[in-house]
């Protein structure tokens, strides 16, 4: 059984930083695409950033570009997200997410974790 489990979340100011984790298990991921995603309330889910389980070029939305980072720790079968520079639109529920194809279209990805809320007061 494939899970997903996102921590790190959490109540922070602006301008401050949280790092977010996901723990992969239930399969090997190797090829996979791991993504974040993150959906505000009344808003759509909307993608974050994304890298190759297998190392490679990441991709990042513009909006954390330059504040952002995602990275991922093979060994331990972990994805991170380094968040910088918080702002209160970062305000969401921050989700984990993993699919064969890389992509920004939620869509596109079989497996989901159950989220875990940012929230960043001004």
């Known amino acids: 059984q494939v899970q997903l489990v996102e921590s790190g979340g959490g109540l922070v100011q602006a301008g401050g930083s949280l790092r977010l984790a996901c723990a992969a298990s239930?399969?090997?991921?190797?090829?996979?695409?791991m993504a974040w995603f993150r959906q505000a309330p009344g808003k759509e889910r909307e993608f974050v950033a994304r890298t190759r389980w297998s190392g490679g070029i990441t991709f990042y939305a513009n909006s954390v570009k330059g504040r952002f980072t995602i990275s991922r720790d093979n060994a331990k079968n972990m994805v991170f997200l380094q968040m910088n520079s918080l702002k209160p639109e970062d305000t969401a529920v921050y989700y984990c997410?993993?699919?064969?194809?890389?992509?920004?279209?939620?869509?596109?990805?079989?497996?989901w974790g159950q989220g875990t809320q940012v929230t960043v007061s001004s």
């Open positions: 239930g399969r090997t991921f190797s090829g996979y695409t």
């Open positions: 997410a993993a699919g064969l194809i890389g992509s920004p279209d939620a869509g596109r990805y079989d497996y």
